[in-house]
């Protein structure tokens, strides 16, 4: 994979911010899984401050700008994307989300620079406008290639972006397979769970209502009534924190839940699970369902987003419909009644085929090479 001058290909990453989140992550993963004797990857962050993530691939040597967005419609934010992207000879501007997109598509036009957008996820609810109707086609024609990270997405994208599914590719996340000292879990899991016996069900995820964990207390509620040695595992923190433990009281199970707060490496607190919960009103790919299956861990999840494509119904989770407590509830249930060895391998084995950091790294390289390749 060469540039035009000859040397590495020069990948310019524009995002919001490098902050904790999928969208950082599925960049670090880019960046650390493509061959460096190959291409020469940077990043242009459009919104400060710079965050975690961007301050450790800073000291590993990647080369990050940073700058901050003035609200409204940036017009100076398009000159100093094309000074950046000229002065650096880059080769493919990486658009990671619209509004970089929209940014790096506008800096773009005109130069040798190819533009990819990457679309990471949808709001909930979804909505457009009319300017998006008369805009996005003009971007389009601009932009050598469009991929989302799951199908629903893609879908997203056409019915509410006027982007063709015709035009965009999916690549689903992909990340490295988490690792854990089982010595150490078993004794987190000790100092947690009295009896040995009991079942942790779990979560992980800010505490936030587009999460809709409120859903998942209830349904746990009801689970209590036939699986009554059973924890459920909420880790994180929130804005919805507050409104859940009031819940948790409300629906006299205060004994059966644990709040952690946020933990910076919740690994541990994943491998303790028997069952992964994810509850969401809207999701992408989530990055933790799937180090949840790198973990061997059945999953049960809510029809949204791209859950149902990373979670074969049946396989390696069950899969519920969006927001409905009965369903949820029963899906948990069925699984404590059930001995899950199938499911545990068949979670490790759809990890392994199709959401690791290499084989993510692998597609959006072929893409890479294939807009070079367009004259």
Same mark, same amino acid.
């Given at each position: 994979?060469?540039?035009?001058?000859?040397?590495?290909?020069?990948?310019?990453?524009?995002?919001?911010?490098?902050?904790?989140?999928?969208?950082?992550? !599925? $960049?670090? =993963?880019? #960046?650390?899984? +493509? %061959?460096?004797?190959?291409? &020469?990857?940077?990043?242009?962050?459009?919104?400060a401050?710079?965050?975690?993530?961007?301050?450790?691939?800073?000291?590993?040597?990647?080369?990050?700008?940073?700058?901050?967005?003035?609200?409204g419609?940036?017009?100076?934010?398009?000159?100093?994307?094309?000074?950046?992207?000229?002065?650096?000879?880059?080769?493919?501007?990486?658009?990671?989300?619209?509004?970089?997109?929209?940014?790096?598509?506008?800096?773009?036009?005109?130069?040798?620079?190819?533009?990819i957008?990457?679309?990471?996820?949808?709001?909930?609810?979804?909505?457009s406008?009319?300017?998006?109707?008369?805009?996005?086609?003009?971007?389009?024609?601009?932009?050598?290639?469009?991929?989302?990270?799951?199908?629903?997405?893609?879908?997203?994208?056409?019915?509410?972006?006027?982007?063709?599914?015709?035009?965009?590719? !999916? $690549?689903? =996340?992909? #990340?490295?397979? +988490? %690792?854990?000292?089982?010595? &150490?879990?078993?004794?987190?899991?000790?100092?947690?769970?009295?009896n040995?016996?009991?079942?942790?069900?779990?979560?992980?995820?800010?505490?936030?209502?587009?999460?809709?964990?409120?859903?998942?207390?209830?349904?746990?509620?009801?689970?209590?009534?036939?699986?009554?040695?059973?924890?459920?595992?909420?880790?994180?923190?929130?804005?919805?924190?507050?409104?859940?433990?009031?819940?948790?009281?409300?629906?006299?199970?205060?004994?059966?839940?644990?709040?952690?707060?946020?933990?910076?490496?919740?690994?541990?607190?994943?491998?303790?699970?028997d069952?992964f919960?994810?509850?969401?009103?809207?999701?992408?790919t989530?990055?933790t369902?799937?180090?949840?299956?790198?973990l061997?861990?059945?999953?049960?999840?809510?029809?949204?987003?791209?859950?149902?494509?990373?979670?074969?119904?049946?396989?390696?989770?069950?899969?519920?419909p969006?927001?409905?407590?009965?369903?949820?509830?029963?899906a948990?249930?069925?699984?404590?009644?059930?001995?899950?060895?199938?499911?545990?391998?068949?979670?490790k084995?759809?990890?392994?085929?199709?959401?690791?950091a290499?084989?993510?790294?692998?597609?959006?390289?072929?893409?890479?090479?294939?807009?070079?390749?367009?004259?």
């Amino acid at each position: 994979m060469v540039s035009s001058s000859n040397g590495p290909i020069k990948i310019l990453h524009l995002t919001y911010d490098m902050r904790i989140g999928g969208t950082e992550m !599925v $960049i670090k =993963n880019i #960046i650390y899984g +493509l %061959h460096s004797s190959e291409c &020469s990857m940077s990043i242009y962050c459009i919104e400060a401050p710079l965050g975690p993530w961007g301050e450790a691939l800073k000291q590993s040597g990647v080369s990050i700008e940073t700058t901050s967005r003035l609200a409204g419609f940036d017009r100076n934010l398009i000159m100093q994307v094309r000074n950046h992207i000229k002065q650096h000879q880059i080769d493919i501007i990486h658009c990671h989300q619209y509004t970089p997109w929209v940014y790096g598509t506008l800096a773009a036009a005109g130069t040798r620079t190819k533009v990819i957008f990457t679309e990471h996820g949808r709001f909930y609810p979804d909505s457009s406008s009319w300017k998006r109707r008369i805009v996005n086609p003009i971007l389009l024609k601009l932009t050598d290639s469009v991929t989302t990270i799951s199908k629903a997405t893609k879908h997203a994208l056409e019915e509410f972006e006027y982007i063709p599914e015709s035009s965009t590719k !999916v $690549i689903y =996340n992909g #990340i490295n397979p +988490l %690792h854990v000292d089982n010595k &150490s879990v078993e004794s987190l899991k000790q100092g947690l769970v009295d009896n040995t016996d009991t079942k942790v069900i779990g979560t992980i995820a800010r505490l936030d209502p587009i999460k809709n964990q409120t859903m998942m207390l209830h349904a746990f509620s009801r689970v209590l009534n036939h699986h009554s040695n059973t924890k459920l595992l909420i880790v994180g923190d929130g804005e919805e924190r507050a409104r859940l433990e009031s819940t948790v009281k409300e629906l006299k199970i205060s004994t059966n839940v644990i709040f952690t707060g946020y933990i910076t490496d919740p690994s541990e607190y994943l491998a303790i699970m028997d069952i992964f919960l994810l509850s969401s009103l809207s999701e992408g790919t989530s990055m933790t369902l799937l180090e949840a299956m790198s973990l061997s861990k059945p999953c049960v999840v809510t029809d949204a987003g791209g859950n149902a494509e990373i979670i074969e119904h049946g396989v390696n989770g069950l899969v519920t419909p969006n927001n409905d407590i009965e369903a949820f509830a029963k899906a948990i249930s069925s699984f404590l009644s059930t001995d899950l060895s199938a499911m545990k391998k068949a979670a490790k084995e759809r990890f392994e085929q199709l959401f690791t950091a290499d084989k993510m790294a692998d597609s959006y390289q072929a893409i890479y090479k294939q807009v070079l390749s367009q004259k």
